[in-house]
C-alpha cells in the first residue's frame, strides 16, 4: 500500500505534490556507438544526417541550439533570445527526495531561514538578510542533520544519493521527456523513479545551497586558509529567488550570484558537499574544512569510529572530485586531488600525515588513465602521472602488493561491468576491501544522452566520442552500486554509503540537454538498484534512502513540448527496435 506523508500538504507555500501511480516506463537501454568527427561552427547537418541512420530527436535539438544560438528547446542564463550565456552554478533552490524516511524532524524544528538566531549562527552573520519568518524551505546543511537523526533513530543503513548539479528543472526535463508529457509545470513532477517510488514511505522538499564565502587563499602543503575571500556570504531571499523553482523571477540576476543588493554566495561542490557531509557552512573550495581553517569530521568517519559502520563511495566522475572527497577526506583545496584521494584510501597525505586516516571500505569511481606531469596547485608532494590517483597509491593500496583492497580496473578486452562484479564478489566472500577504478578520456565514465546511447553531440565544450571499447570496458553507475551493496551488505553494524551521479554537472556545465537527461536517466537506474536491493533485503525498517543535488545551473525549459516530442519519438523508436526480429549469424 502507498503511505504518503500528510504534513506535505501543508507546504502550500513553497510547492506542492504531484500523485503519481503505474510503473515508469522503461529504461533507455546501453549500447555502444562510435560518432564521427563533430562540427565546431555552424554548419550543414546533411553529412551528419548519412551516417546516423535512425532520428535522435534530442541529440538535433541540442545541435541546432549550438549551431544556430537560439533557444530551440530553452536557454540558459539570462539571455532569453540566447541558447548560451552561462555555464556555472546557481542559487537555485534544490530538491531533497526521501524514502524509507520523511523530512517530519526538519519540519518539527523548523527552517533555519525562519529564526534569525539559528541563521546568523548558520552563516556567521548578524542580522542575516536571508531571515524568512514563512520560510518552508531548509538549509544544505539540514540534508547532514537528517542522517544523523536517522542515526538516532536506529537506522543501520544510510544511502545518500546526489546528483551533482540537478536542479529542479533539470530534472523537471529529464521527466518530459522520459514521459513524453510536457504538462509538468511544478511540484515534486512524475515520470522518473525517484519521482515516482512509493514502494516506501516517502517525502520531498527544498534545500538552500548558497556557500559561505566565494573562496579562499590556502597552503596545501601546510594544510592552512591563509584568508576567505570578503564581499558575499551565504543566504537565501525568497523576494529575489522566488519561493519555490517554478515561481522565479524571470531574468533576475539574484540566482547568480549578480545582484549586489543580495550578494549571496553561489555555491561551488566543494563547499556544498561539505554542508551534505559535515552540516556547516564554508568556503568554496574546502573539504570539510571552515572558514577558520579547522578540520571537520564528516559524518561517514564519525560513523566508522563511533559505531564500526562500513563505509562505500561510489561516482561516475574521478574518485578525487569534490562530492566523493566530502564523503570522507580532509582538504583546504579541492583541487589536490592526490593527496585526496589518499584519504580515502587510508594512506598518509598532506591532511592526515600520521596517522593516516582508516580509508573507506568501498571506492569505486573514475580518474582511470589520466596522466600529468606536473601541477602546482597540489602542492609540493605532487607526484608525475595520474593526478586523480597516483598509481603508485594504487599499487600500494592493492592486496596483491600488501595493500587493504581487492582491486578492479579498466582492463583491455575485459567487460567492466562483469569485471567488478566478480571482483566485488570475491571482495564479499572474503571481507576484503573494494577498490575500482575505471573511466575514459577526462577521467569519466562515459556520457549516456537521452536515448541511452553514447554518442554526444557538440556543445559549448564541443563534442566528446567513445569507441566501443570506451563503453563496453566501463561499468555504469548502476554497476558500481550494485557492486558496492555487494560489499556493504556484508558489515553486521550497518552501512553509510554515498553515490554520485557527477555527469549531470559535467553536462550542465557544457549546456548540454542530451548529455544532461542522459545523466539523470542514468543515476536513475543507479537508484534503481538501491530501492530494488532494500526490497529485496526487506530492510524498509532500518534503511534511510536519500536523494538530492549539491547546486543547481540555469537552464530554462522554453519549450517543453519539443523535448516532450524528442522523448515519444525515442520511445517508438525503441519499441520498433523490441519488435524487430533478431538476425541470425
Excluded at 181 to 205: C, E, V, W, Y
Aim: glycine share 8%; hydrophobic share 35%; proline share 4%.
Amino acid at each position: 500500500m502507498t503511505r504518503c506523508n500528510p504534513h506535505l500538504f501543508l507546504l502550500l507555500l513553497a510547492f506542492t505534490w504531484a500523485h503519481v501511480s503505474g510503473v515508469p516506463a522503461d529504461n533507455p537501454s546501453r549500447h555502444a556507438s562510435v560518432s564521427a568527427a563533430e562540427p565546431t561552427d555552424t554548419q550543414s547537418n546533411a553529412s551528419e544526417e548519412t551516417e546516423v541512420t535512425e532520428p535522435d530527436v534530442m541529440r538535433d535539438l541540442q545541435k541546432r541550439s549550438v549551431t544556430t544560438q537560439k533557444p530551440v528547446y530553452g536557454h540558459w542564463g539570462l539571455e532569453q533570445g540566447k541558447y548560451s550565456s552561462w555555464t556555472s552554478h546557481s542559487n537555485r533552490l534544490i530538491p531533497v527526495y526521501t524514502y524509507g524516511i520523511t523530512l517530519d524532524r526538519l519540519r518539527e524544528r523548523g527552517s533555519a531561514y525562519a529564526d534569525q538566531q539559528r541563521l546568523d549562527k548558520l552563516t556567521g552573520q548578524s542580522n542575516n538578510d536571508a531571515f524568512n519568518p514563512i520560510a518552508l524551505y531548509f538549509d544544505q546543511t539540514a540534508v547532514y542533520d537528517l542522517q544523523q537523526a536517522a542515526v538516532d533513530a536506529g537506522y543501520s543503513n544510510i544511502i545518500v544519493m546526489v546528483f551533482d548539479g540537478m536542479d529542479w528543472n533539470t530534472t523537471r526535463a529529464a521527466s518530459i521527456y522520459k514521459t513524453g508529457n510536457a504538462d509538468q509545470p511544478s511540484g515534486r513532477g512524475s515520470g522518473l523513479a525517484f519521482q515516482d517510488d512509493r514502494r516506501a514511505i516517502t517525502d520531498f522538499g527544498f534545500v538552500c545551497t548558497s556557500a559561505a564565502a566565494g573562496g579562499a587563499r590556502t597552503d596545501v602543503d601546510a594544510q592552512t586558509v591563509l584568508s576567505v575571500n570578503e564581499g558575499t556570504h551565504s543566504g537565501f531571499d525568497v523576494r529575489l529567488g522566488g519561493t519555490a523553482p517554478w515561481h522565479e523571477r524571470t531574468g533576475s540576476p539574484y540566482l547568480l550570484g549578480k545582484d549586489r543588493s543580495r550578494a549571496h554566495t553561489v555555491t561551488d561542490s566543494a563547499s556544498s558537499a561539505t554542508s551534505l557531509f559535515s552540516g556547516i557552512k564554508t568556503y568554496n573550495g574546502a573539504i570539510n574544512v571552515d572558514v577558520e581553517g579547522n578540520q571537520v569530521q564528516p559524518i561517514a568517519r564519525q560513523l566508522q569510529a563511533e559505531q564500526d559502520f562500513m563505509i562505500g563511495v561510489v561516482t561516475s566522475v574521478p574518485v578525487s572530485h569534490a562530492t566523493p572527497a566530502a564523503a570522507y577526506a580532509n582538504n583546504v583545496s579541492r583541487k589536490d586531488y592526490q593527496d585526496i584521494s589518499r584519504d580515502l584510501v587510508g594512506l598518509p597525505s598532506a591532511a592526515h600525515r600520521e596517522p593516516p586516516l582508516p580509508g573507506v571500505d568501498v571506492l569505486i569511481g573514475g580518474g582511470w588513465g589520466e596522466g600529468k606531469q606536473a601541477d602546482k596547485v597540489q602542492g609540493r608532494n605532487f607526484a608525475q602521472g595520474n593526478p586523480y590517483f597516483h598509481q603508485d597509491d594504487l599499487r600500494a593500496s592493492d592486496l596483491k602488493h600488501g595493500g587493504r583492497y581487492r582491486v578492479a580496473q579498466r582492463t583491455k578486452g575485459k567487460s567492466g561491468r562483469d569485471l567488478l562484479l566478480e571482483t566485488a564478489q570475491q571482495a564479499a566472500d572474503h571481507g576484503e576491501r573494494l577498490l575500482g577504478f575505471f573511466g575514459t578520456k577526462g577521467g569519466h565514465l562515459p556520457f549516456a544522452t537521452a536515448d541511452g546511447d553514447f554518442q554526444p553531440t557538440i556543445d559549448v565544450k564541443n563534442a566528446e566520442r567513445y569507441s566501443p571499447e570506451d563503453v563496453r570496458e566501463n561499468p555504469t553507475l548502476a554497476d558500481m552500486t550494485e557492486a558496492a551493496l555487494l560489499v556493504l551488505e556484508q558489515s553486521i553494524d550497518g552501512f553509510w554509503l554515498m553515490v554520485e551521479a557527477g555527469d549531470v554537472d559535467w553536462a550542465n556545465h557544457s549546456n548540454n540537454l542530451d548529455n544532461s537527461i542522459g545523466a539523470v536517466l542514468s543515476g536513475e537506474q543507479a537508484f534503481r538498484v538501491v530501492m530494488d536491493w532494500v526490497d529485496r533485503n526487506n530492510a524498509w525498517d532500518h534503511t534511510a534512502v536519500i536523494l538530492t543535488a549539491d547546486h543547481g545551473h540555469y537552464l530554462v525549459i522554453d519549450h517543453p513540448e519539443e523535448i516532450a516530442s524528442a522523448g515519444r519519438t525515442a520511445r517508438s523508436k525503441k519499441r520498433s527496435d523490441d519488435a524487430a526480429p533478431v538476425q541470425e549469424p
